[in-house]
């Protein structure tokens, strides 16, 4: 029975925690402009993200090494640093994002100014991390976040023309009154909304941390192959969501305030509370693991002790450089910068991104020093190599696509 | 090892230098396109504005969310007007239509402060502002047509770059 | 570091027992850790005795030997060219090491050694001072 307890926390804990504020933003925005006819991307980013956090999981637990330690031992110091440039401030940029999404979900809770809340969300990130065990961390937010159900529940509520909707994700193709390289663009940063880099070193450092073996990968494997996409089909509900209630009446989603609107027009204050709630949780959740990201990749590159695990003082600079990285995205934040455009920008570097992780990865799952037999199969190192076309594809395409449209104006 | 270095730090600086470039390529837009995307936004704002005082007149929001929610509108139609009052008109049809597109963007924005006081202070009477907004958001749709019609057919002016249709 | 493998085998001495390493797959960029299996750095250089840079190895000559990791800013040297000078670079001897594999094993404390000095003056300066730093989490 309690292994049963066990399964499904896993499981709604990946579904709860696979939604963050740009998988929010980005599928609101695409939905408001877009309907549903990019639902197609979140399917594939679905189906990309199942394959790289089961690679990542299965290479920590097989060979006992995370992401980055592997990263330096296999690709050379250079390479390696160049990596971690790029991947932490392309971190960096998420924390910042996930930061200011708390603050905005707390302002539509309390009216209270965004800017008021940044310091209180980073101090509140710092002080979880600084004492809560890494278990509990994990199950809280991802349990709690799973009230972003009420995103599908306020789509039924809906009684939206299911026809339509279908007819639009399955014509794939920018409608008439926006242009082809905005619906690319949205393309792009929807993939990189779905297959976020940071979930990489998340999974594959706490693999680590809870000392996986390879029965906690089979159960791994679970939480992920059903979770994500779970997860996947919420992202689904809020572009729906935003596709019939606002998408008519031309409401270009720019703000959190706009993302929740559907929620409240289907199910009232009720819906609107679980959804806050869920927010809250979502973004805090992912704040905490970003915060987390930028710690591992820095430890592991320079060979620094880290690890929850460990107390802080055993594990004194992993500690210093998130206290720090968390100081830098409040000071972003403090600028004025709308968080929404920070959101944005964090998805679409994302993708940018998205090849520096990735590859190694699949380097190294395939390679028998490190995995022994697990080493990759036939067919994963087809749908691998077949998503490593896609990734680079919408990382070459990532930049250009944001000039030429203005960051999708 | 060094040679991929180099050029790695090389794209990067590309990379950039063309993200600086955003901004500024976006400032280049022509007074029609700059006109489309203010009454655009215009729009989305009032019509959100629309919908979250009837979700509060029917009570099927929260106050704080309302107010957050006006607040973004209120901050999109300033953004807005900014952007439109900015412009240098080419021509007398230009300042015209101008002049037209800051007059709804205003009269979008007194409502929404309207509905914004009525909220958060009990100034004046939620439902009253109802017509307003109403009209407001009438005045933006009609502007719609005539904005993107100019845009669509730049007669005088250079067209834009991609991204003039919306 | 130069390898000629003829420099190694003469023949009258039998093959060298023990593991055969690579040193820049096997031992560079590794992680070492401490006898309680503590992260101390990666093993960021490796300092050779019996042999200098640039000349050639005498057939005959005495074998070279690994006689410490180098850690500190060598990294930074390997990356861009140059020598730190020695008073800078902090080095683990080489009879330290217990164990080479997928990490570096040594058979002592981390905080005996000079390598962990940052991380135990940022512990006691500044991360164990926070309240909260010194104990386990919850």
Redesign the interface.
């Known amino acids: 029975m309690s292994k049963l307890f066990a399964v499904a926390l896993g499981i709604l804990t990946a579904i709860g925690g696979f939604v963050d504020i740009g998988d929010l933003v980005t599928n609101a925005v695409v939905g408001s402009r877009f309907g549903m006819s990019l639902a197609w991307v979140v399917l594939i980013g679905v189906v990309g993200i199942c394959i790289y956090a089961q690679m990542s999981g299965r290479v920590a637990a097989v ?3 995370a992401t980055f ?1 592997i990263i ?2 296999r690709l ?3 390479a ?2 160049a990596n971690l440039a790029a991947s932490f401030l392309i971190n960096l940029l998420t924390v910042t994002a996930e930061i200011g999404g708390v603050a905005l979900a707390l302002q539509l809770a309390t009216s209270v100014a965004p800017g008021w809340w940044i310091p209180v969300a980073a101090f509140g990130v710092w002080i979880v991390i ?5 278990k ?1 961390l994990e199950n809280v937010t991802g349990l709690l976040g799973l009230t972003l159900i009420v995103f599908a529940v306020a789509l039924f509520m809906l009684s939206p023309d299911w026809g339509q909707l279908a007819g639009q994700a399955l014509q794939p193709g920018p409608p008439s009154d926006e242009p082809v390289a905005t619906y690319w663009f949205y393309a792009v940063a929807l993939f990189g909304a779905a297959m976020t880099p940071y979930e990489v070193f998340f999974f594959s450092s706490g693999a680590i941390e809870e000392q996986w073996t390879k029965q906690d990968l089979a159960k791994s494997r679970l939480n992920v192959l059903v979770g994500f996409p779970l997860g996947g089909l919420l992202s689904l509900a809020i572009a729906g969501c935003a596709a019939v209630v606002l998408l008519p009446q031309a409401i270009d989603v720019t703000s959190l305030s706009q993302v929740v609107l559907p929620v409240a027009e289907a199910g009232g204050k009720v819906a609107l509370a679980f959804v806050i709630v869920g927010i809250l949780a979502a973004t805090f959740g992912a704040a905490l693991e970003t915060t987390l990201s930028s710690g591992y990749t820095l ?1 592991q ?6 690890g ?7 594990a ?2 992993f ?2 450089s998130m206290i720090i990285a968390l100081l830098i995205a409040v000071a972003i934040l403090a600028t004025g910068v709308d968080p929404i455009l920070v959101t944005e920008y964090s998805v679409v570097f994302s993708a940018v991104a998205l090849p520096l992780t990735y590859l190694p990865i699949l380097i190294i799952a395939n390679d028998r ?2 995995m022994g037999d697990e080493v990759n199969g036939r067919a994963m190192n087809f749908v691998g190599q077949v998503y490593l076309v896609i990734i680079l594809a919408a990382a070459i395409a990532a930049i250009p696509l944001l000039i030429v449209t203005g960051a999708g104006a | 090892m060094q040679a991929s270095r180099r050029s790695r730090a090389a794209s990067a600086a590309a990379s950039a230098a063309l993200v600086l470039a955003v901004p500024l390529l976006a400032g280049c837009a022509s007074p029609e396109a700059t006109f489309e995307a203010a009454v655009g936004q215009g729009v989305a704002a009032t019509e959100t504005a629309r919908l979250v005082v009837d979700q509060q007149l029917d009570e099927r929001t929260f106050t704080t969310t309302a107010l957050a929610t006006l607040g973004d509108a209120r901050r999109e139609l300033v953004a807005a007007s900014g952007q439109v009052a900015g412009t240098d008109a080419a021509s007398e049809a230009e300042s015209e239509t101008r002049t037209e597109v800051l007059d709804a963007l205003d009269a979008a924005l007194d409502a929404v402060n309207a509905a914004r006081d009525a909220m958060a202070s009990g100034v004046g009477s939620l439902e009253a502002v109802v017509p307003q907004l109403d009209a407001a958001a009438d005045g933006l749709t009609a502007l719609e047509q005539t904005v993107d019609a100019d845009a669509d057919s730049p007669a005088d002016s250079p067209a834009g770059p991609a991204g003039s249709d919306g | 570091m130069t390898e000629n493998p003829d420099a190694f085998q003469t023949d009258a001495a039998p093959p060298p027992a023990g593991q055969v390493l690579d040193a820049h797959l096997h031992v560079l ?4 850790l401490d006898r309680d299996d ?5 093993a ?1 250089d490796l300092e050779l005795d019996g042999i200098e840079v640039g000349a050639p190895i005498e057939p005959g000559s005495p074998r070279p030997t690994v006689s410490a990791i180098l ?1 500190g800013p060598q ?1 930074v040297m ?2 861009f060219g140059g020598h730190a000078p020695a008073a800078r670079t902090i080095r683990i001897p080489w009879r330290l090491v217990s164990e080479v594999g ?2 570096i094993h040594l058979g002592v404390a ?1 905080d005996a050694l000079d390598a962990t000095w ?3 003056w ?2 006691r300066h ?3 001072r ?1 309240p ?7």
Do not use: C, M, N
């Open positions: 060979s006992g090494r330690e330096r031992e050379g110091p250079r390696g640093l600084w004492r809560a065990r890494f509990l430890a590159y320079f060979g620094w002790s880290w929850k695990f460990r107390k802080p003082a055993k004194a600079r500690h210093l020093e490190y | 960029d590794r992680q070492v503590v992260p101390v750095t990666t960021d850690t990294l390997r990356l997928t990490v981390g940052a991380e135990r940022v512990s500044l991360i164990g926070i909260g730093g010194r104990h386990a989490p919850e």
